[in-house]
Each structure stands twice: as structure tokens, then as C-alpha cells.
């Protein structure tokens, strides 16, 4: 039998080089900015119960109808996640989170999977950042949650993203569904002009509509009602107080009234965060207000807000923006010459990893030389030199690798606080 090269998956990809420190960097970013709102890390399960996803993000969804990886390799159906919203709100559910009584602040990372067609920026693995904040109807918390998903940008070196907001109201008779009657009303008469997945819509999931990137179904949607000008009372209030609480943070926004987002879970306020580098596939990330799912699952009826960042899309835009993507320098190359040196200089470089300093040596038998090379490769910032002869003396050369740095024979016993006074 031949060998055949083994290729990763379509639709997936491999992280490495500056792509991984790119990754790294926006996984740590969630960590740093999620934390510093208050938001605390919940890791869920990569599968889930299909009725899950089924249930939240809704039977008539794109990503219900066709993009989930189903298997049934028991008695139960399983999905490997789409998002990360409906698992955080299963665990908060079975974890009673619901009865602690106060808001409760979720931040998550990690894979999801929908088996769309690939392109720039659209996978079937992909990673999400995202948070979910349950407990609480305040407009001010969904301002305070559009303006972290900008300071995560911000950390990871993103400039120029948009943002986009809508609201979609709430399930109240005279809200979203008269706006929806009213909707279907005005189209019925021009569904011959709109395409088949629209057509099929119409029945289903009416507002989808609204976003079709079909020319002929866009040209008749410029002339339809909006949502925002079709609000029950309380919703206005609440899109009103959004409005302003970006307004009072000066982070400028559009009002767009395609904006419904393919999940049905939704209500209230919608936004979406694009970015102009990433071509078709343009929503870096995405959220909104989900007052009605915590009671859909199970629970007491409880609002919530939340957002996901895709992270590939953070990553293009990173590229895009030439935003750092450098690895940490590291502080430390160690050099043994000879077998006895090379042994005390491993001793010497785990006592400084102990420290909390990188520290790296050559494992490859290098000359002096190329040992040098290897370390300016690494970036170190200083270089530890032993010899025989230092040996010896218990002695050992501290190199400071910066341009016209000095070289400093010390003790070995010193050779750690030497080492610090070098770094910054
Ligand atoms: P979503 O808009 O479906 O929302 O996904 C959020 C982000 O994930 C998108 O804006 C995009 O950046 C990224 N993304 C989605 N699909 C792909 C893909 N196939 N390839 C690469 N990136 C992708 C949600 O998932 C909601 N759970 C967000 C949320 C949290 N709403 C409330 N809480």
C-alpha cells in the first residue's frame, strides 16, 4: 500500500509561525480584558445534546438546518458546538447559577464548528472569545458589553472596526410579531422577485430576509419597515438608552436595520462588529440581547446579553493591520561548551525557569559559534557562557546580548541576580 500524505481537513487549518503567536495572542487578550470587566472563565463540553442547539439557536436556522455535525454513535444525538451561548447557559442552568441571585459574568474560548463552505474567513473548525452576562436587563449592561468587545480589539493592535446595531424587539404580541405580520404583509406581493432561500424564509424566519446579500431580494428590502421604528414601548425605551450609553462612551455606531443575526435566540438590542480587511465574511464579531432563552432551556425567566469574537477574523485583520505579532523575546540562551559544562548549564537553566525566566540552551551538540547564532536567533537578552576553565573557578561569563553590551565574569552562585539586573 502507498503512503499518502495525510492533509488536515478541509475547512480546517493549523496554527503556527506567526499565525500561532497571532492565535496566542488573541486568546490571551480574551483572558486579560474578560478579566478586567469582571467576567469570570467557564469551559464547557465540545458536544453537546443536538436538542440543545436545536432549541436555542433555533430549528429554522441556517446553522440548525444544515451546518451542525451531528453523530449518533449511542442512543443519543450528539453536535459537536456550532457556538458557545447555549452551552454556557445549559451549565449555568444545571450548576444553579440562576439561583445565586446576582448577575452572573461568563467568559469562554475555544473551538465551534459548522460545516459551512469554506473561504477567507470562514472555517468549519473555528475559535470563538466570548462572554455571556445573565442576570440583568439594564441597557447600560449592554453598552458596557459592546464597549469590551472594542477594548478586546484594541488589545490585540485592531483598529478601524464598525460597529453595527440593531433592535429586534421583544416576543410581545404588539412587538416582533406584528412587525413580523407587517414585514410578510409588504413582501408577499414581491416574492417573485426574491431568490429561493428567501422564498423559503418567508414562511419560516421572515426577518432573515432583511440580510440576504442577493442584489435582487436587497433591492426589495430598501423599501421595507424597520424594526427600531416598530418596537413595543419598553423595547424603545431600552434601544433608546443603548443608543445613548454608546453615545455617552464615544463609540459611534450604525443603526442598521438588516442587522438580525442568524441565531433566533435574540431579542432587543442586535450588534455586530465589522471589519473592512476581511473581505466577504466581514463580522469580526458578533452578539446581542437574549431575554427568552434561560426560560426556553428550563429556567426562571432571566435577561442576558452576551457576544463571540471569531478569532481567525481577529487574526486576518491582525495580519491586515501589521498589529505585533512577535513572539516574546526570550531572556536567556545558555551556553555549555564540553560535556561537564553542558550538564552544569542545564542545572543553571532550570534554576532560572524556577525564576520565572525563559531560558533555552542547544541540544544539538553546536559549535560556540553557531551557538552564538542560535541565540541572537531566539532573541536572547543575555547570554550565560561557561566553560572548562569558569568551571573550574566556579565561575561563569554573563553576556549582555544588547548592541556594545559588556560580558562579566561573575560566580556561579550569582550568576541569578547578575542575570535579573540585566532585564527589563
Ligand atoms: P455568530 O455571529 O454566529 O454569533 O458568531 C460570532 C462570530 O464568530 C462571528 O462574528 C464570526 O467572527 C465568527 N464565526 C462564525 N462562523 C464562523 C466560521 N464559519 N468561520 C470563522 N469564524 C466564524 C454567535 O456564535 C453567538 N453565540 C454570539 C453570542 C454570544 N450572542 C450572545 N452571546
Redesign the pocket.
Known sequence: MSKKDIRAIEGTRDYLGEDGIRFEKAMDGAREIFTRFGFEKIATPVFESTDLFARSIGEATDIVEKEMYTFKPGSEMITLRP???AGAIRAYLQHNLHKQGSLTKLWYAGP?F?R?RPQK????Q?H?V?I?AVGSSDPLLDTEVIAMGIAYYERLGITGIRLRLNSIGCSKDECRPAYRAKLRAEIEPNLDKLCKTCNSRFERNALRILDCKNPHCQEVVKGLPASYDNLCEECEDHFAKVKEGLAAQGIEFDVDATLV???DYYSKTVF?YTHGALGA?D??????R?DGLVEELGGPATPA??????V??AMIAMEALGACCCAAPLSVFGIGLGEDCHKAMSGMITRLRREGISADMDYEGRSFKSQMRLANRKGAQVALILGDNELAEGKVNVKDMREGGEQLSVNIADAISEVKKLLP
Open positions: 457556538e458557545g451561548t465551534m459548522r459551512e474567513g470562514r472555517y468549519r473555528f470563538q466570548g455571556e443575526r442568524g441565531l455586530e465574511q463580522a469580526i464579531g458578533g452578539g446581542g437574549y446579553v452576551g457576544f463571540a469574537i471569531g481567525e477574523r
